[in-house]
T-cell receptor
């Protein structure tokens, strides 16, 4: 049973470009979460999605960031016009139900903005 | 808001000795608590969770954790540490469906 898959594992973008991070949840899981790990801020929740629905995006920056989980295909975290401060590790997690099951994490995408 | 704290940035132990990683929580109501481990350049791996029931929870790789309501603690333990246990450990609490993590504790097990 494959775990949570994320790609790319490493992504380098110049300032002003767009970054697209993809996440495929574990088989049978319909709940997806995105977290960001910054060196000085630790691991923080960004957004919680179910198929075709954003349930909670309270941790997402107000501008430039968006997320989706379409009916078919992976969940996508999109960052427009990236800045150096967006450099971080972005982790996707999934669970079979929102509460109170444990969340299983993918290997992460390490975004570097030059 | 519910939160956890990990009072130690680093824990150093010799291989074969007991390992304890501390976590305290601040919640209203019944807490749902988790431990995760992160190896360098890897994602987080789930170790164990406390939802309800026995205060001693057994998890993966020989780890266990004790839920202590009076001390609001959920310390992670392993009776005999291995060099391969060297990693970054996170305690977390479930806020509705969102995990709130502690700052993490770096564990180093020396041979």
């Amino acid at each position: 049973n494959a775990g949570v898959m994320q790609n790319p594992r490493h992504l380098v973008r110049r300032r002003g470009q767009e970054a697209r991070l993809r996440c495929s949840p574990m088989k049978g899981h319909s709940h997806v979460y995105w977290y960001r790990q910054l060196p000085e801020e630790g691991l923080k929740f960004m957004v919680y999605l179910q198929k075709e629905n954003i349930i909670d995006e309270s941790g997402m920056p107000k501008e430039r960031f968006s997320a989706e989980f379409p009916k078919e295909g992976p969940s996508i975290l999109r960052i427009q016009q990236v800045v150096r401060g967006d450099s971080a590790a972005y982790f996707c997690a999934s669970s079979p139900s929102g509460y109170p099951y444990e969340q299983y994490f993918g290997p992460g995408t390490r975004l570097t903005v030059t | 808001a519910q939160s956890v704290a990990q009072p130690e940035d680093q824990v150093n132990v010799a291989e074969g000795n007991p390992l304890t990683v501390k976590c305290t929580y601040s919640v209203s109501g019944n807490p749902y608590l988790f431990w995760y481990v992160q190896y360098p350049n890897r994602g987080l791996q789930f170790l164990l969770k406390y939802i309800t029931g026995d205060n001693l929870v057994k998890g993966s790789y020989g780890f266990e954790a004790e839920f202590n309501k009076s001390q609001t603690s959920f310390h992670l333990k392993k009776p005999s540490a291995l060099v391969s246990d060297s990693a970054l450990y996170f305690c977390a609490v479930l806020n509705d469906y969102k995990l709130s993590f502690g700052a993490g504790t770096t564990v180093t097990v020396r041979a």
